[in-house]
């Protein structure tokens, strides 16, 4: 599975954005998706996972509330909804693919990533 993400840019403190991640080689209902983002010279941190059937979502605590993930099973892409954004949502997004029964740090595809910068 390829996956291309996008949608990154620079906003101000309380914009919005919507990050795409489109996959090719593959269909995203097969895998558990997600999204993660990393600040310069730091890990990769989870941001939000949407289970392989679709009926489980979760987040972390700092996005809870503000940010939406989802996915379009007939275009194939995973979105990210974030809504009042902070300057520490600063960071490159990464969305990943992973199979069923395995973590991301097993066994997942990796999108390159979109930079999201947000001033305030």
């Known amino acids: 599975v390829q996956l291309q993400a996008s949608g990154g840019g620079s906003v101000q403190t309380g914009d919005s954005l919507r990050l795409s991640c489109a996959a090719t080689g593959g269909r995203l209902s097969n895998y558990g998706t997600g999204w993660f983002r990393q600040d310069p010279g730091k890990d990769r941190k989870f941001v939000a996972t949407f289970s392989w059937r679709g009926s489980v979502t979760d987040y972390a605590d700092s996005v809870r509330g503000r940010f939406i993930i989802s996915r379009d099973d007939a275009k194939n892409i995973l979105y990210l909804q974030m809504n009042d954004l902070k300057p520490e949502d600063t960071a490159v997004y990464y969305c990943?693919?992973?199979?069923?029964?395995?973590?991301?740090?097993?066994?997942?595809?990796w999108g390159r990533g979109t930079l999201v910068t947000v001033s305030s």
């Open positions: 990943a693919a992973k199979r069923p029964g395995y973590t991301y740090d097993e066994s997942a595809y």
